[in-house]
């Protein structure tokens, strides 16, 4: 009986033993695989090879060489290719790549009298937009070209649109065409539209398109719902795919990846305009302007900080306000703002939030440890989190959100003498802080928003001078593992503490603002699939656009909240942002 009870005991102690040891290593892996993510979040890319066909000609003095595309296609399509995209440390976003290249496309368009029907046509021409194809051409009468791209797969219906040509005589044709599928063969039909969208002519070639180069998905599985009202025009960027990291993805409506933008690494955060081209960060320590024909005509270096989350234009001043951390600094994240001035290229440190939040950061910021939620980011002060930035012109300003604070925060004078001008967000959170007295009162019964996401600012017809609207991806999700001196006491079943639930929803919430009395309410509400991290809500047209970046799904929804179509998509994790943007006037023209 005796030796019985040992040998009981001795097995469930090796299966206790076991269970722990199974635990270990599945956190192991979990360490690993988060370690991971956030490093291919960052990392740069360093193979640009591209397949090609047969050497058609070498240009010694500008280090460039023109091949053959090896595209099955009716028309003659090139590739045009810097002599050293092999080569380590290359990348194509530098100016004087850019430059080559575009010196290239200019001696070849002299080569010859290109037509409608036999138009010079480079493939991906500045290395940034796998799919996108650059077409030169004259034609006797003058107009716009329109072009239909069809495709046999009966799940992909024919797109149409029509070019916008920054340059043109409206007889010489300059653009890059959007809208081939990858790995199919498109049929496309041009148009030459003449006065009141008259046909003059038109011309049809075939090409059959190389697979995306990210592997990705070209079709999305998309679900209608239950709103009548009509989908807003243009493509969805979906940004930050999780596991597809140096890479943007375009959709249409119909869930039929159109361009897929090729980057250096990390995700475009925000697509920013400014003097007609589109501006986005090209790595997590670079940001571009990028022409409508894909040439990055500029090329920022951020010296000693990476990007992250968001940035935003301060007006027409040309100087972007962007989110970062010091690369320099081992243990702090995500706490400073720089300022990027896009004439002169300098990079300022205008903000460092452990200056502003002195206090707080010194007596209350501690690091994350091994059983925290955000485990593998133990041994770092992730203390605050800024995921939003917002710049107000009129005193200065930024509204930043704090997802570890669950805080929608704004500083004033923020190139003066930068000092917190009010918090918003669960008003016990700050109490018994120096931080108190700038908590905005909330005004109603309702649950004030946790772990938020894009938090948008909006003024109002009707509003008093010291009134405007806070439009945020409300999360609904609670962590905070860098502050051991507080616990919420009662936290409402409304709010998660888990990454991932089937219950749980994540919401839609317009804020009322009120500088004058120091007060925020909730004037609009409405549920969206539950996401604990990452997310966004952004305006399209007279609809929203939202992603659900855990759940793998984004809508366009009504202003009402009303679900017009939903898209799922697969990814590791999670994917950070979907927006969407008619792109006129760069890529297309609505309006004849």
């Not at 979040?41 to 591209?50: K, L, M, N």
């Not at 290109?114 to 003058?142: D, H, I, W």
């Not at 709103?227 to 959709?251: C, K, N, P, Q, W």
């Not at 243990?331 to 939030?353: H, K």
Request: aromatic share 12%.
């Amino acid at each position: 009986m005796g030796e019985n009870r040992i040998m009981k005991k001795k097995k469930r102690w090796i299966i206790g033993l076991s269970i722990l040891a199974v635990l270990a290593a599945v956190i192991a892996g979990v360490f690993l695989y988060a370690r991971s993510f956030l490093s291919a979040e960052t990392a740069i890319r360093e193979d640009w090879s591209i397949d090609t066909g047969d050497l058609l000609a070498s240009d010694e003095a500008l280090n460039v060489s023109v091949f053959d595309a090896d595209v099955p296609s009716s028309i003659s399509i090139s590739r045009v290719l810097p002599a050293e995209n092999e080569e380590e440390g290359f990348t194509y976003y530098d100016e004087n790549v850019q430059k080559r290249l575009a010196a290239a496309i200019v001696k070849l368009a002299g080569t010859g009298e290109f037509s409608m029907e036999q138009p010079l046509a480079v493939l991906n021409p500045f290395g940034t937009g796998s799919n996108g194809l650059y077409l030169y051409f004259n034609t006797k009468r003058a107009g716009n070209i329109r072009y239909t791209i069809h495709v046999e797969n009966e799940a992909v219906p024919d797109y149409t649109a029509t070019a916008y040509e920054r340059v043109s005589t409206r007889t010489r044709h300059e653009f890059q065409m959007i809208g081939l599928v990858p790995g199919e063969e498109n049929t496309v039909t041009m148009e030459l539209l003449g006065k009141k969208g008259k046909v003059l002519s038109t011309s049809s070639f075939t090409i059959t398109m190389p697979e995306a180069m990210s592997g990705y998905s070209t079709l999305l599985d998309s679900e209608d719902g239950e709103s009548t009202a009509e989908l807003s025009d243009g493509l969805y960027a979906m940004i930050r795919v999780g596991g597809h990291t140096g890479y943007a993805f375009f959709y249409d409506n119909s869930g039929v990846m159109r361009y897929e933008m090729v980057l250096e690494g990390y995700g475009l955060d925000r697509i920013l305009w400014y003097q007609g081209n589109m501006t986005v960060c090209a790595s997590a320590y670079k940001i571009a302007q990028i022409n409508p024909l894909g040439q990055a005509v500029a090329v920022y270096d951020t010296e000693g900080f990476e990007l992250h989350h968001d940035m935003v234009l301060q007006g027409d001043e040309g100087k972007i306000i962007a989110l970062a951390s010091d690369t320099s600094d081992e243990l702090n994240l995500e706490d400073l703002a720089i300022e990027v001035n896009l004439e002169t290229g300098e990079v300022t440190q205008i903000l460092d939030f452990k200056n502003i939040f002195s206090d707080y950061y010194e007596n209350d910021a501690s690091e994350l440890t091994a059983t925290d939620e955000f485990f593998w980011l133990a041994g770092q002060k992730d203390w605050i989190h800024l995921n939003t930035v917002q710049y107000l012109p009129k005193d200065d300003s930024v509204i930043v959100s704090s997802r570890e604070t669950s805080t929608i925060i704004k500083i004033k004078d923020i190139h003066s003498n930068p000092a917190i001008d009010y918090l918003i967000g669960d008003e016990d959170y700050w109490k018994g802080t120096p931080y108190e007295k700038y908590a905005y009162v909330q005004e109603g019964d309702f649950v004030p928003q946790y772990g938020q996401h894009t938090v948008e600012y909006y003024e109002g017809e009707g509003l008093e001078e010291d009134q405007y609207y806070l439009m945020m991806y409300n999360n609904n999700y609670w962590v905070n593992g860098t502050r051991d001196d507080y616990e919420i006491e009662e936290l409402p079943d409304s709010v998660g503490t888990v990454l991932t639930s089937d219950s749980l929803k994540s919401q839609v919430y317009v804020y009322l603002v009120d500088e004058g009395e120091h007060t925020f309410r909730l004037v609009h509400s409405f549920d969206v699939p539950y996401s604990s991290i990452v997310s966004n809500v952004t305006p399209s047209g007279e609809n929203l656009v939202i992603n659900s970046g855990t759940a793998n799904v984004f809508g366009e929804y009504d202003i009402q909240g009303g679900l017009i179509r939903q898209f799922s998509y697969e990814c590791e994790l999670q994917t950070y942002r979907v927006m969407k943007d008619d792109f006129d006037s760069y890529w297309f023209v609505y309006a004849q």
